[in-house]
C-alpha cells in the first residue's frame, strides 16, 4: 500500500536556524507531492507542489523542496525561519488516481 | 482565488442525531470534492470522494451508511453523520479539485464535531 512518512513529529527551531523536513513514500510511480501548512486555528494551505520538471520546487513564504525519485524523498526546507512560520506541515502525495496521501505531520515551534 | 468553505465551523450534538455539513467551493466550479477526517494530534484519513452527480466513493472501513455524502452541484458537498456517537466526535475536513484543474486540492477550513 501506498504510505508517507514524516520521521520528524516535532521540531523546535529558533529564529534564523535553517530547517529541514524530511518526507519520504512508498510508491514505484508516477506521483505528485505536495507540502501543506496549517497555522494554529486555520486551514491547511498549500506551500508548494511537484508534478515534473525541475526536482528543485519554490514555494511560498521562502520555502523550497526537492524531489528525489532514487530515494523517493521530498524534502521541505526554508533557509532562515521565521516565528511566524509555526505551524504543522503536512506531505502529501497522489499516485495514479486524485486520492491524496498525507503523513503524519510535523508540528514546527519556532521560538523568537 | 480556490477558496473553499465549511459550515458550520463547530457543532455539539446530542448522541444518536444526525449532522449536516456544508461544503462550498466559493470561486471555482469542483469536479470532485473529498472528505477527510483528523484526529487530535494525527494526520488526515480520505473518508470519501464525491463527484458531482454520481455516488461517494468510501474508503475501506468507513461506513457510508453512517456517513452520507451528496455532491449536488458543482459547488457544494454535503457530508450526514447520521446517529452521531461520542466516537464520531472529530474535525472533519473537505477539500476540492477544480474542474478541468490539476491535482491540486483546496482545503476547507474544517467544522469540529462533538457529540455528547
Known amino acids: 500500500a501506498q504510505s508517507v512518512s514524516q520521521h520528524n513529529h516535532h521540531v523546535i527551531l529558533s529564529e534564523a536556524a535553517s530547517l529541514e523536513l524530511g518526507c519520504n513514500y512508498s510508491?514505484?510511480?508516477?506521483?505528485?507531492l505536495f507540502w501543506y501548512v496549517q497555522y494554529p486555528g486555520q486551514h491547511l494551505q498549500l506551500l508548494l507542489k511537484?508534478?515534473?520538471?525541475?526536482?528543485l520546487v519554490k514555494g511560498i513564504k521562502g520555502f523550497e523542496a526537492e524531489f528525489i525519485k532514487s530515494k523517493f524523498s521530498f524534502n521541505l526546507r526554508k533557509p532562515s525561519v521565521q516565528w511566524s512560520d509555526t505551524a504543522e506541515y503536512f506531505c502529501?502525495?497522489?499516485?495514479?488516481?486524485?486520492?491524496?496521501?498525507f503523513g503524519t505531520g510535523t508540528r514546527l515551534k519556532v521560538l523568537a | 482565488g480556490a477558496v473553499v468553505s465549511q459550515h458550520p465551523s463547530w457543532v455539539i450534538c446530542k448522541s444518536g442525531t444526525s449532522v449536516k455539513i456544508e461544503c462550498r467551493s466559493l470561486?471555482?466550479?469542483?469536479?470532485?470534492m473529498f472528505w477527510y477526517r483528523q484526529f487530535p494530534k494525527q494526520s488526515l484519513m480520505l473518508m470519501a470522494t464525491?463527484?458531482?452527480?454520481?455516488?461517494?466513493?468510501?474508503e475501506q472501513g468507513v461506513e457510508k451508511d453512517k456517513f452520507l455524502i451528496n455532491h449536488a452541484s458543482l459547488t457544494l458537498s454535503t457530508l450526514t453523520v447520521t446517529s452521531a456517537h461520542p466516537e464520531d466526535s472529530s474535525f472533519y475536513i473537505c477539500?476540492?479539485?477544480?474542474?478541468?484543474?490539476?491535482?491540486?486540492?483546496?482545503f476547507g477550513p474544517g467544522t469540529r464535531l462533538t457529540v455528547l
Open positions: 464525491s463527484n458531482e452527480g454520481s455516488k461517494a466513493t468510501y
Open positions: 510508491y514505484g510511480g508516477t506521483v505528485n
Open positions: 511537484y508534478f515534473s520538471g525541475d526536482p
Open positions: 502529501a502525495v497522489n499516485a495514479g488516481t486524485y486520492k491524496y496521501i
Open positions: 470561486d471555482f466550479q469542483a469536479t470532485t
Open positions: 477539500s476540492a479539485r477544480p474542474v478541468g484543474g490539476t491535482d491540486t486540492q483546496y
